[in-house]
């Protein structure tokens, strides 16, 4: 990983973007790195396009702005390619990942010519399978710990683990599908 990492999410409100860029910066501060995770604030609602960014750094961040120019870009909802310009800025040594169940060859024409790496994950199918409804969050923050290679495979589920026994500590029957979900999608990404 580079000395700073930038991460750009776009989501639609209610998918859990914002979540997922915080669970990020959390599992990522654990690891001793500098983290901001937040999303871009404005007129929300549920179903509206949102933004949510990541920067992870093994030195302090000093810049607190806005994320034009990501080394990766996370599409929660490909419907978004139609109507919002997520490669804009986007370097080509990153990527993007997008949750679909097309194939490179039917996203690549949506990119605006964007010539870097394209990820592929069904995160609404894995969430579907393992949750029994459609969380696309879960499966899009482990598919992109493992494209950017934030950090071990393990750790991140143990990370991950903690973080759900604390926040679903009075709903325990979530938590194994949220590990499962995590876990899938690890295996699932693929370089397209």
Same mark, same amino acid.
């Given at each position: 990983? +580079? ?34 995770g937040f999303p871009e604030y404005g007129p929300e609602r549920m179903g509206a396009p949102i933004t949510a960014y990541n920067r992870i750094?093994?030195? +302090? ?8 120019? =990501? ?20 370097? =080509?040594? &990153? &990527? ?5 169940? +097309? ?5 690549? =024409? ?5 010539? /870097? #790496? ?13 949750? /029994? ?9 482990? #598919? ?17 683990? /903690? ?30």
């Amino acid at each position: 990983m +580079k000395e700073t990492l930038e991460i750009r999410w776009h989501g639609r409100g209610g998918q859990g973007a914002k979540t997922a860029a915080l669970l990020l910066a959390d599992v990522a501060f654990e690891t001793g790195k500098y983290v901001q995770g937040f999303p871009e604030y404005g007129p929300e609602r549920m179903g509206a396009p949102i933004t949510a960014y990541n920067r992870i750094s093994s030195e +302090k961040i000093y810049l607190h702005s806005n994320i034009y120019e =990501p080394d990766y870009v996370v599409v929660v909802d490909e419907t978004l390619l139609e109507s919002v310009d997520v490669t804009a800025g986007l370097s =080509p040594e &990153g &990527g993007i990942l997008i949750n679909t169940v +097309k194939g490179v060859d039917e996203i690549r =024409p949506l990119l605006n010519g964007y010539t /870097g #790496a394209v990820y592929l994950v069904d995160a609404n199918g894995i969430s579907l399978k393992t949750l /029994g409804k459609t969380f696309p969050n879960t499966p899009m923050l482990s #598919a992109i710990v493992k494209v950017c290679n934030v950090m071990d495979e393990e750790h991140f589920f143990k990370l991950m683990l /903690g973080l759900y026994q604390h926040k679903f500590a009075r709903k325990p029957e979530v938590i194994d599908g949220n590990m499962e979900a995590l876990r899938l999608a690890y295996q699932e990404v693929v370089n397209g």
